[in-house]
Structures are given as C-alpha cells and as structure tokens.
C-alpha cells in the first residue's frame, strides 16, 4: 500500500518541505532508508545521515534546519518521535486488517460473533463463545466454550484459550500463548502419591492488556486468575492459579509468579524474576532482574538480589562483595601475622 508525504503529513498535522506527492510503501531507518521508504531524525546523533539518505521522506521536528541540502521530502512536525511511533501504529493497523472467514474454520452454532471479524483459516471457536466487534482470530488459534472477548482484540496464531476465560476490550495476545490451563495443584496421600486437585476457576483479562509470545496464565482453583487494565506481558511468563496483577505493570520476559500472590498497580517487574507464593507487591514497585522475591513488598520499594532486599543495601553489599577476594587476602595476612607474634609474658 502506497501513500503520498501530503497523505502522511494530512494524518500528522505537519508541514512539507519538498515534493508532497512523492509516494512511499515502507518504513526504514535513516541509515538504512532507500527510495521508496519512510524514516525520521529526533535525535540529532543522526543528522548527518539525513543527508546521504536514499529515503524518500524524512520526519523532522518543526525547529530542525538543514545545514545542506536534503534530496528527501521533509515533513516537519512538533515532535518527530512521536510522529513516527504514531505512524507505525497506523501502519500496524492497516496491514493487519484483515476481514472474513477463511475456510476450513469451526464456529459452534450457539457462538455469537460481532461485526468486521476476521477468522483464521484453522481456528476453532466454541460453544457459548461471544465476541466483540472487530475482533481478529488468526489461524490456528483455539477459543474454548463460555470465552467471551470483547472489542477490537487480537488473538494472533496458536494462542490456545480454555473455557470461561474472559477477556476485555483491546487486548493483544501474541503466538503460542496459553490462557486458562490448570493450576499446579496436586494434594499428596498417605503413600505420598499425588493427585491433581480440580481448577474450576477462570481466567480475567481487563481492557487494553498486551500479552506476548509463549507466556501461560493458569486458571484459578477457585475465583479467577485476575490480569487488570494495561498490563503489559513480556514473552514466556508464567502467571500461576489465583494471581492477580495491578492496573498498568509491565513484566519482562522470563518471569514466574506462584500461586496466589497479588501484585500491585504500576509496577516495573525485570527479566527473569521469581515470586514466591501467597505474598503481596505493593503499588509502583521496581524489581530488578533476576531477582528472587521471597516476601511481600510495600508500596514504592525498589529492590534487587535473590532472595531480594532494598536497592541502597545490595548496591552496597555489591562493593563489599566485588572486594570479597581483598579482603579474605587482608584477614589472612592479620592472621598469620598474629600467629608469629609471641605472647607478652609482662602482660
């Protein structure tokens, strides 16, 4: 698909500098852009490669001036950055607007499907399954019996949903992820043999959630497994039976949260991270990665290690421990110094 810089610049209130019916059908880095492609300049670092782009329009801010000529069609607007992000959006939307029902698909007879759908070829969507308006299904995905999903989501292909998960409106959730699967439950006998306990909870995904590639959210043995509005899921997170997590955290990849535990809103969850179970996280707390959380945090804590304590006390403990080998070699040196001293018989 194909548009002009005037189209581009209609859809972000800028001004041309150049020749505005000049037509571009990708995206590109300034260093990288070639004719045909549309990239931008924010951070100055870059300006020189304005100049030797093969990019056919450049998005600049309005306060820009070249010092030389520019072959590209400038576009300038308030602020560059965000101008672009805003046409990536755009451009994510209109190549991923697919409509229809391809074939082979199964849809349940007692399913309820809004209007402007898109279902994938593969896919299958159960019983007493509702969805929204707008709503995308790629291939290869599965939706359970009782799922309801709201507005203008997107379930991409082999996400695999069990029954009686509910989800909101505008949420994302990447390949290969599982939602609704049963809790780690198992309750051990007198011969010390396990047997699984059932997971007749659900799963709740509020609005505007964005779940990446291979994570599983497990159902809740009872009540719900609660994800809340904006929360953002990094790839291969584990969220365990009855966890809920606040309004707005984001979570990088790698993570794992045992059961129960209850996580605050606004919260910065790193890389890797391991919860223990039945604790609870405060509100905007900031978790380094690899860190090893082993009991509840209060609001606003910032902390680091495993098992993990506040940020001040392990940067400081990190000195003492890089000096670990100096100062094993000083005690030694103290010791065997004591050890060749005779005793003082006047003493």
Avoid: W
């Amino acid at each position: 698909m194909k548009f002009t810089a005037q189209q581009i610049a209609d859809i972000l209130e800028g001004n041309i500098v150049g020749n505005s019916n000049v037509e571009v059908s990708k995206l590109s880095k300034i260093e990288e852009g070639e004719k045909g492609s549309l990239t931008f300049l924010s951070n100055l670092k870059y300006k020189s490669f304005l100049y030797t782009t093969h990019a056919s329009v450049v998005i600049v801010n309005s306060t820009f001036v070249p010092e030389k000529e520019v072959k590209s069609t400038l576009i300038k607007v308030e602020n560059a950055y965000e101008a672009f992000s805003k046409i990536l959006a755009f451009y994510n939307e209109v190549k991923n607007n697919k409509t229809g029902r391809e074939v082979p698909h199964f849809i349940s007879d007692s399913a309820k499907i809004g209007v402007n759908e898109y279902i994938g070829a593969f896919s299958y969507i159960g019983e007493n399954v509702i969805l929204g308006e707008n709503v995308k299904i790629y291939p290869n995905a599965y939706i359970g019996d009782n799922t309801i999903i709201g507005d203008n989501c997107v379930i991409f292909s082999g996400v695999k949903i069990y029954s009686e998960t509910v989800i909101g409106n505008n949420c994302k959730i990447h390949s290969g992820t599982i939602i609704g699967g049963d809790g780690f439950g198992f309750a051990p006998d007198k011969y010390g043999v396990y047997t699984a306990i059932p997971q007749i909870g659900n799963v709740i995904i509020k609005d505007n959630v964005d779940i990446g590639s291979a994570c599983t959210i497990d159902r809740a043995t009872m009540g719900s497994t609660i994800i809340n509005k904006g929360v953002k899921l990094d790839n291969q997170i584990q969220v365990a039976h009855n966890v809920e997590i606040g309004e707005n955290t984001v979570i990088a990849a790698q993570t794992g949260i045992a059961g129960s535990t209850k996580i605050g809103k606004n919260c910065m969850i790193g890389g890797q991270v391991g919860f223990v179970g039945h604790i609870v996280i405060g509100d905007n707390v900031k978790i380094l990665a690899q860190a090893g959380i082993s009991k509840s945090l209060k609001d606003n804590e910032m902390v680091n290690g495993s098992p993990a304590f506040k940020i001040q006390d392990f940067n400081k403990s990190s000195v003492y421990f890089r000096n670990l080998p100096k100062i094993a070699s000083k005690i030694n040196n103290i010791e065997k110094e004591l050890k060749t001293q005779k005793p003082n018989i006047n003493e």
